[in-house]
C-alpha cells in the first residue's frame, strides 16, 4: 500500500467508539483489528525504509567512519513525518478497507 498518499491524522484526535463499535458489531473486535492492521503496517514501513537506508551502509562502517549522509537523513525525515501505524490502521477500518478473517479451529 501507498502509505504516502495516506490522509491519517499526523497528531492525536479524540474518536467516537461507537463508529467503530458500528463497523465490527464489537468494540473490542474493532480494536483488536486495528491492532493487528498497525502491526502490519509497522513491519511493512519497517523494511521498507530498511530497503531504502540499505544503499548507504558499507561493509567496513564503523563509528569512527560514519559520516553525515544528507539524503540517509532526508530520507529518515520522510519516514518520521508519516502518520503513525495505528492512525493509517484506524482510517483504513473507519473505511472499511480492513477484513477481519477468520480462522477456523481444528478440533484434535
Known amino acids: 500500500m501507498n502509505y504516502k498518499q495516506t490522509t491519517a ?8 467508539t ?8 464489537n468494540i473490542y473486535e474493532a480494536l483488536n483489528v486495528i491492532s493487528k492492521r498497525a502491526d502490519q503496517i509497522t513491519v511493512e514501513l519497517k523494511d521498507e525504509l530498511s530497503q531504502k537506508l540499505e544503499a548507504f551502509a558499507l561493509p567496513s562502517d564503523n563509528l569512527e567512519e560514519i559520516f553525515e549522509n544528507r539524503e540517509q537523513i532526508e530520507i529518515s525525515k520522510f519516514y518520521e513525518k508519516l502518520p503513525k501505524p495505528v492512525a493509517i490502521a484506524l482510517e483504513e477500518f473507519l473505511n472499511e478497507k480492513v477484513q477481519k478473517i477468520e480462522k477456523e479451529e481444528e478440533e484434535a
Open 9 to 16: 491524522e499526523k497528531d492525536t484526535v479524540t474518536r467516537n
Open 18 to 25: 461507537s463508529s467503530m463499535e458500528a463497523i465490527s458489531g
